[in-house]
């Protein structure tokens, strides 16, 4: 039976006459998830792009005016390839490369050859470069604050104190956003097995206890028995700093580790104690800010320092207004324990937000398509994307320096979808209208493709052949075409061979290598890399005909920063000190008043602390039955809709509040947008907060109301800080109401109006 990898994990999969007729969890997987059952009848059917399309608005010259509610004419591939290749030469004549965004943001599908966004990159730099985007919509804000912070990026993109260093030693894990398991379902490029649950329940097994701080109870298996603490939304830098205060007062904060390991704390000291601003970020103090009880949060303080503590953070906190705070009072807090460095002790960003994370990582990354290099030096922060589109010329800062939006005339996007990931999509849909072209490669007619001028079809993971080689697990897998491929789709690749060839650079981008070829030589060449660290790969062949290959022995586990723990002088970190730097002089050089020197409370734009009566924040977490947006009309998928509508979640007592029952269309508002959803009521969700998974696609009706539940028209497009201009999804007030009369039809899963062309 084929088997299919996906960035959710492994599937068995049964092809009868071409077509995939059912679908099964590998059976070596000790956890397997159901969201490969959104595979079954989506690789077909009606929402599945099978042809070259092009905005009917487009071909009349409507300047993008009717860009997401317009029909479109069906093309062959020769037509929409020319049309494509003469409207890139024309830009590129008249404005330059600097005019077309290809930043391409998205998770696309799993393979180390068809990565849509590395195809794209490749081809646009050989033809002159474009504007960039960088940081993820995952952690921009640490990514950026984390080196001032620690000299890397290590315990958030990798290299976390690993899973079997916490049993057993960790007796308190206080997760902040919780560990939930739910997101362990995925990892970028693919699971093999998916291990956190065990993980987890071995931890418990083994003793450690678990603190629980989040708006959501189910955001930790019920099974470890975790003590549940829900702060308001966006205060847990006050509730960090209240535990702070408590162990300088208390003598419970260890001078030894910070003396040797820190710089800036005597300085975070007169901010804590209140010396500069007359205010002690006492546990009273603290209490007042997150609506817990004060001396709740003195015990915590005191259990946190009596043993061996993880402090753990949810990537979700720094997605966040000032998200840089949560990550730096993070790191200040397990400085205060002492423990950094320790079996079991100190803190980790995003435990369970992935499958690959406190696994033992390879010591090397494994090479994939190579995209050259690009002559543009222009870029914006992922998340400023509809601030670009507004403001041609317009200025920004980001860490330290100042930069310029370029004017964009042409958008290219293959492989994500920013009507899925963007904040406050009524803005994006606005702004999107302002470049002359828009060409968007995608398999589905999601909203993504329908804000297209030009639709280029794509093919998916089941339908051509590449390498699965995953992160965080020692496992390659080949992927193996299963299905031929929808209708006239192809390969981003194989567009992107076609359109190279309309501007006769065919071999300059091809190379004169077929799939095949292609993935031969990029197995070849991490087969050089993986010999150059000890491990032995079999011949291609071998290892294509067997279907996958296990990497033996991996490095021993270390905890995280155990190096520089041991031996700081040898091992200094890459900060100006060369020691983790609770106070950072280069930050406080920028001069950034949202983003000052050391950690520091500052109130989110939007929270309960100052919205109106009736307000509550909402929480735009992971959906558990997809990835994203991905499939959202997949079996599973749509089996956990409620009305038809993504479903929201709130307490049993705000529902009766707003006279709202489970099952009830509600209608959500923000000051940006309004949507419809499904009314779920749980005491699962903390009081104050509404629960609505990203993911449902956008269903906007004329007059601005999205019909299906996607959240992100509701969601406050801010960045975190002039230092990282991260995304701040999560922080959003709303209000809720019942729908009063009859549910408009929700038409996301229909098809736009298509014309055979000519
Ligand atoms: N409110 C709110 N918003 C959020 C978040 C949040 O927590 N709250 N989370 C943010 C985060 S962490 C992230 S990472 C982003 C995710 O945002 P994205 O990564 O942009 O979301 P996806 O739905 O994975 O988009 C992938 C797109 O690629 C298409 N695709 C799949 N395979 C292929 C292929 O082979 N070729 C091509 N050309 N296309 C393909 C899919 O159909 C889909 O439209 O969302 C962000 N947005
Ligand atoms: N099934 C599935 N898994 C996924 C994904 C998916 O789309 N589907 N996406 C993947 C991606 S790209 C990423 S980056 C990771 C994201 O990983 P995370 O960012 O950790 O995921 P979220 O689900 O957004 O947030 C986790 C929880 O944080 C809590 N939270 C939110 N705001 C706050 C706050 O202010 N304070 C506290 N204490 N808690 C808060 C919410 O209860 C939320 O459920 O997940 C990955 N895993
Ligand atoms: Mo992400």
New binding site residues.
Partial sequence: MPVLLNH?GRAEARVEGGRITAIGPAPDDPNP?R?NDNLMGTLTGTMRIGQPMIRRGFLDGDAGARRGEDGFVAVSWDTAIRLVAGNLTRIIGTYGNRAIFGGSYG?ASAGRFHTASGQLHRFLNLVGGFTRSVN????AAAEVVLPHIIGSQDGLSGNHTPWGLIAGHTDLFVA???L?T?????S?GGVGAHTVRDRLAAARAAGTRFVH????RD?VDADLGAEWV??R????VALMLGLAHVLETEGLADRAFLDRYTVGYDRFRAYLCGDADGVPKSADWAAGITGLDAAQIRDLARRMARGRTMIGM????Q??DHGEQ?VWMTITLAAMLGQIGLPGGGFGL?Y???NQIGNVPLPFSWPGFPQGANPVPDFIPVARLSDMLEHPGGGFDYDGGTYRYPDIRMIWWAGGNPFHHQQDLNRLRRAWKRPEVIVVHEPFWNANARHADIVLPCTLPPERNDLGFLKGEPHLYAMKQAVPAFGAAQSDHAIFTAIAGALGQADAFAEGRDEMGWLRKIYRESAEVAAGHGYNLPDFDTFWDSGEFRLETLPAPRPLLHAFRSDPGAHPRRTPSGRIEIFSATVAGFGYDDCPGLPTWMPPAEWLGNAPEGAL?L??????????S?YDHGPHSRGGKVAGREPARMHPDEGARRGISTGDVIVVRSARGACLAGAVLSDDVARG?L?L???AWLDLSPDGLDRHGNVNVLTLDKPTSRLAQGPT???TVVFVERLAGEAPEMRAFTPPEITPGP
Avoid: E
Wanted: charged share 10%; with cysteine; glycine share 8%.
């Fill in positions: 959710w998830t969201i998770w993820t919509h995952s952690y902040f956003g919780g939930p739910r997101n362990a379902q995925v970028f701080i989040g708006p959501l955001d829900a702060p939304m966006n205060t847990d949810a990537f979700a906190l997605r966040a949560a995003g369970s937000a992935a924040h929480v735009s977490n992971q959906p558990s039955r997809k990835l994203h991905q907060c629960q998974a990203t993911g999804a999560h922080t």
